[in-house]
């Protein structure tokens, strides 16, 4: 049976006794109907009023036509059941009405229903009053048009089934003074899903309280097929009843406006729990603009929905019983939110709901801040890490909070980017929000990238942890890390990827930076700077055994002012490269142990190959050793200005390599402030600072001595030990005076060291040696020695001297020596030649002029001059073909001492020999005492103007004389005028101009 009808059936026992004693008698002229229309039926307004004694149906495939100005008056329990078609078009002058005979209150009739085989009904200025139901819909396959209507004072003003609801089109439809002034959306006997069937448009009208869902069925839910889209206009008010919700498959389009917002509430108004949820499932999508979403007990959940998503802009999520939203993480890219302000909920938060121990995005993800809303939290049962997966990237905006449940973490491998802005910064936190070591903190992995600007992160184990030899890159701008366990943390070949600028730290129970050696060796493996930020006590060496921090070869690690390492007992810095600590006098780098108690506490900086470490205003405390060279640490250096080694077992341990200290302090050390091994060749100078303290000042096993001139050993008297004094002790070869007899800072006076100078020397070749000067500008207390050699200038040596090469001593007290080089004579006039003597490597001294010309002078006679040949040459010639000779004129650069001979030969050019000229060869005589001759060719004359022409005349084989120029060209100028113009003849042809 039609649901519709068993509302009727309902509706008519009600009112059946009361339908005796109120019906009204028809006027006269009135026209009673009632019964089954099966044919065609206009009602006319000459008829007018229509009285109903009786349900009037039509029948399918049949139309009722009602014209404008017609009142239809219903008596009790009577209908109009629509099967067919009902058309009533009244116009705004002349409007339908539908009415109760008696007009006495909601009720009187039971109103229009539109049954199951209906095709139209088109409702236009027309009234419908005093019914149970203004208009029930019942019809799928109708659709029903109301337009500028008014349904008013009835019970329930508009029934229509949920799977009719996209039949139905309302356009400016009054809803007054009805009962339930809304529409309400049948699913009564519909089961447990209550599906949409078409696209669905819902408005608001006039007077209008909203669309309501009702049901009687158990968890009832208004479903949005996927393919399916519900639109809810601007100003629509969806209701839903209690333990409902809406579940979209499809789409939901509710764009509402700042004056017209969509309300998706409950139907009974009573605040949180009111109905269930809104759920965006599996292929769903919805748009909210502008929209209310209010009294549920969940809010709005979004769930297995990786590619669709929801948009939330502008709306207000409001007076919710738990959570306001619940997105799973394969949804959670597909959520954009805007403006939309979190009010009233029982927890103003988005659950990100998680399922096992761990799980990860799966999608680029973007979080915002809203108003009020406290953050996004996510929520899991036994729940220990949220994984920001490669080529993923988790992205929070200004004002957003990322909340993690207890013991979980936020690990990246792809991109963390928190955009913060001042007074809106991003924050991680956790779900309690309460205290510190509530969740694990953000963990960059190998692969990850992070970059925090304006963000904070706290109440977690440890706020952020690097590891990985990437070069990713892990950025802190202006970033709070407060009120966590341990704040910060990285393994030591992961130092190189976090750059942190203006961090502060705050109330963490460790406010650290935790630097955790795993290895017995753990390098760096870039550069590296420690830098100091607010709050922050120091760097951590973090160990459970014997464990370096390693600085290898072509790395440098370089230490800010400020800065303070703090080791854990057995933890150590091993540099094989380079450390630069580089403090000031108002912010000094500190080394010290974690317990900062005493000797021992941490193992100290041992230097190994070739390291470089510089220390300028720092201080080393509390180790086993301050700084020790190891055995392969001859090219080390190590250079210490004022700075201070305090309170450990040895200051300095040194085996070989350079040590300079200025103007630093070693002090209070239980063993030695020095200690110089017996193996290695260290070189080691120690000036201007002071010994105060140690168990010994400095102990040299060493046959090298440690110059610790000019120092204050404690006590104006000097060094003790070795020393006269009282103060600190020396043991070994140490040089110690002149001391300090208070501290000062000062350096001492520079030795006045030799000038080494060598000088120019000149001799004959012929002379054994050549013989060079060496001098000091002053006597020397000590040797004084200088490497030297010859090298090779114009003079060559093995040919023009003996080479030369070694060291020179000029003994102390001496201030000049001779270096002897033999030469190497030759009987050849050969010329003046020099090499150079230099000098190199001086010990004991310093080199001024260090290179000397050794000039060897030749004494040999010139040799004799060989005669001089004297040089043949031609000079081309020109003549006109009428003249008999062409002459060539044939010279010697000098007059030769005998006659000289060359043959002579013509070629031919352009102008050919027994044609042009006689060809002519020989051999021309140059007398001795003579520099030029001729020879002539003999030209042949024609009458052709024929043009120029030219020939060679080549010399060859000289004799008492060499060839120069040996080539001339002779040019026959062409003197026959040109041919006058007529007829020639040509044979075998004759041919006319």
Wanted: charged share 15%; net charge negative.
């Amino acid at each position: 049976m039609r649901r519709m009808t068993l509302l009727l059936i309902v509706v008519a026992v009600a009112t059946a006794v009361l339908a005796l004693f109120t019906l009204s008698t028809p006027t006269a002229q009135a026209d009673v109907v009632g019964g089954i229309i099966d044919t065609d039926t206009t009602w006319t307004l000459a008829g007018s009023p229509y009285v109903m004694t009786d349900t009037v149906t039509i029948l399918p495939g049949v139309t009722l036509t009602i014209e404008a100005g017609v009142e239809v008056q219903a008596g009790l329990d009577t209908a109009v059941e629509v099967n067919g078609t009902l058309l009533a078009l009244g116009t705004p002058s002349q409007p339908i009405t539908f009415t109760s005979a008696t007009e006495t209150s909601p009720g009187d009739w039971h109103g229009i229903y539109v049954g199951n085989n209906a095709d139209l009904v088109q409702l236009r200025h027309t009234t419908v009053q005093y019914a149970d139901y203004g208009l029930g819909i019942d019809n799928a396959t109708s659709h029903v048009e109301i337009e500028n209507s008014s349904i008013r004072q009835n019970h329930n003003a508009l029934i229509v089934r949920v799977d009719v609801l996209h039949q139905l089109q309302m356009t400016n439809v009054t809803f007054d003074d009805n009962v339930i002034n809304r529409v309400l959306i049948d699913a009564y006997g519909n089961g447990f899903f209550h599906d949409l069937t078409g696209n669905t448009t819902l408005t608001p009208q006039p007077g209008l309280e909203g669309y309501e869902v009702y049901v009687v069925s158990q968890w009832p839910r208004l479903r949005v097929p996927q393919g399916i889209t519900l639109s809810l206009a601007a100003g629509t008010t969806l209701m839903m009843p209690e333990d409902s919700y809406i579940s979209v498959y499809g789409r939901l389009d509710a764009q509402g406006t700042i004056t017209q917002p969509i309300t998706l509430t409950s139907a009974t108004g009573g605040g949180p729990g009111g109905w269930d949820y809104l759920v965006i499932a599996t292929s769903g999508t919805a748009v909210l603009k502008h929209a209310t979403v209010q009294h549920t007990s969940y809010g709005i959940g979004v769930y297995n929905n990786p590619a669709r998503g929801i948009t939330i802009e502008n709306s207000l999520i409001q007076d919710n019983l738990t959570y306001p939203m619940d997105i799973d993480l394969v949804s959670l890219p597909g959520l954009a939110i805007t403006n939309t302000t979190f009010v009233n909920n029982g927890v103003n938060r988005i659950a990100i709901s998680v399922s096992g121990q761990q799980a990860s995005l799966i999608a680029n993800t973007r979080l915002t801040g809203q108003p009020g809303l406290e953050g996004y939290e996510v929520v899991g049962i036994n729940f220990l890490g949220l994984t920001v997966p490669q080529n993923i990237t988790l992205t929070l905006e200004p004002g957003s909070v990322f909340m993690m449940p207890q013991y979980s973490r936020l690990y990246v491998d792809g991109h963390l980017q928190a955009n913060g802005e001042t007074g809106d910064l991003v924050t991680f936190t956790s779900a309690a929000n309460a205290g510190e070591g509530e969740w694990g903190g953000v963990y960059v992995r190998n692969a990850g990238t992070v970059h925090l600007d304006q963000a904070i992160i706290r109440y977690s184990d440890t706020g952020l942890f690097v590891e990985g030899n990437t070069y990713n890159p892990v950025v802190l701008s202006d970033t709070q890390i407060d009120t966590n366990i341990y704040a910060i943390g990285a393994n030591p070949n992961s130092l190189h990827r976090l750059q942190m600028n203006n961090v502060t730290f705050a109330d963490n129970v460790f406010d650290r930076f935790f630097i955790v050696l795993i290895n017995p060796e753990n390098p760096l493996i870039d550069n590296v700077t420690l830098t100091t930020h607010p709050g922050l006590e120091g760097y951590e060496l973090d160990t459970s055994g014997i464990r370096f921090l390693v600085i290898p070869a072509g790395i440098e690690m370089n230490l800010e002012p400020g800065v303070q390492i703090m080791g854990q007992q057995n933890a150590a810095i091993l540099v094989e490269g380079t450390l630069r600590s580089n403090g000031l006098p108002e912010q000094p780098v500190m080394m010290t142990s974690v317990a900062n108690i005493g000797p021992g506490d941490w193992r100290g900086i041992f230097v190994n190959n070739n390291a470089d470490v510089s220390l300028s205003h720092t201080e080393i405390r509390h180790s086993i050793v301050g700084i020790a060279t190891g055995y392969t640490s001859a090219s080390s250096t190590i250079t210490m200005t004022n700075s201070r080694i305090l309170s450990s077992t040895v200051g300095l341990n040194i085996y070989s390599g350079t040590v300079n200290v200025f103007c630093s302090t070693i002090a209070q050390n239980d063993s030695n402030g020095i200690f110089v091994e017996n193996n290695g060749a260290p070189d080691v100078t120690i000036n201007a600072s002071e010994f105060w303290g140690n168990g010994a000042g400095i102990t040299n096993n060493n046959s090298l001595p440690v110059d610790a001139r000019y120092n204050f050993w404690g006590h104006p008297s000097g060094p003790g030990g070795i020393g006269p004094g009282s103060g600190d002790t020396v043991y070994g070869n140490v040089l110690y005076e002149p001391w300090l007899t208070e501290p000062t800072c000062s350096p001492p006076p520079p030795p006045i060291t030799p000038t080494i100078s060598i000088s120019d020397s000149t001799a004959v070749e012929s002379a054994p040696f050549l013989t060079f000067t060496v001098t000091l500008n002053i006597t020397s207390e000590q040797d004084v020695l200088v490497d030297y050699v010859t090298v090779d200038g114009t003079a060559v040596a093995g040919v023009d001297y003996q080479p030369i090469s070694g060291t020179l001593t000029i003994s102390a007290g001496q201030v000049t020596a001779v270096l002897t080089v033999p030469l190497l004579d030759n009987d050849l006039d050969d010329g003046d030649r020099h090499f150079s003597l230099i000098l190199s490597n001086p010990v004991n001294g310093e080199l001024g002029n260090d290179t000397a010309i050794g000039l060897i002078l030749d004494d040999d006679d010139p040799p004799i001059e060989p005669p001089i040949t004297p040089t043949i040459s031609i000079s081309n010639s020109t003549a006109v073909e009428s003249a008999p000779f062409l002459t060539f004129t044939i010279t010697l650069n000098i007059t030769g001492e005998q006659d000289v001979l060359v043959d002579y030969g013509t070629v031919d050019g352009t102008a050919v020999a027994h044609t042009d000229y006689l060809p002519i060869s020989g051999t021309l005589t140059i007398p001795a005492g003579q520099v030029t001759a001729v020879i002539t060719a003999t030209l042949l004359n024609n009458d052709l103007d024929d043009g120029d022409r030219t020939f060679t005349l080549v010399l060859s084989n000289p004799v008492n004389a060499e060839l120069g120029n040996d080539t001339a060209v002779g040019t026959i100028l062409d003197d026959d005028a040109p041919p006058i113009p007529g007829w020639h003849i040509y044979l075998p042809a004759i041919i006319k101009p």
